[in-house]
């Protein structure tokens, strides 16, 4: 009796030791990393070991991305009012020629962030760093160079 219910077991690690000399694991690959990628970067894998191969996705990830200086700090705080792309929203688009000549010196743009202007709240030393700031205004200008090339 013992010997009968042992025929399970002992076939199972047989099947184990075989699969893995011949090189199939029994475990599936390890999830790759949730980074962005583009098309270019996937391709499918078709195992040839195995009775029945399962196709898998191998994602090679994007490691660096060049972020333009202040888009976090935009998309943090501006975005929400005026828009993804300074599109315009709650707030004014900052996009356009006409915000660009606005605020053609980027000490007036500043002095708005600083301060607040129309019901916009202002953005003190604490809320955005020095060095925040002068990113989010170089990508603030680039918002109107991306419109007019």
């Given at each position: 009796m013992l010997l009968k219910s042992?025929?399970?077991?002992?076939?199972?690690?047989?099947?184990?030791?075989?699969?893995?000399?011949?090189?199939?694991?029994?475990?599936?690959?390890a999830e790759p990393p949730h980074l962005p990628v583009t098309v270019s970067d996937v391709r499918l894998i078709?195992?040839?070991?195995?009775?029945?191969?399962?196709?898998?996705?191998?994602?090679?990830p994007v490691t660096e991305k060049a972020?333009?200086?202040?888009?976090g700090v935009f998309g943090e705080r501006c975005a929400v009012c005026h828009g993804r792309a300074g599109e315009g929203g709650i707030g004014p688009a900052l996009n356009t020629d006409d915000f660009a000549q606005k605020f053609s010196a980027d000490n007036d743009l500043v002095d708005v962030l600083r301060?607040?202007?129309?019901g916009m709240p202002g953005f003190d030393n604490r809320r955005i760093t020095d060095q925040d700031m002068k990113g989010l205004v170089t990508y603030i200008r680039s918002l109107v160079e991306?419109?007019?090339?």
């Open positions: 042992s025929v399970p077991v002992i076939l199972a690690t047989l099947a184990l030791v075989a699969a893995s000399a011949c090189g199939v694991s029994a475990a599936p690959p078709h195992p040839t070991a195995g009775p029945t191969p399962t196709p898998y996705l191998v994602v090679t972020v333009p200086p202040g888009e301060n607040g202007a129309d991306e419109l007019n090339p």
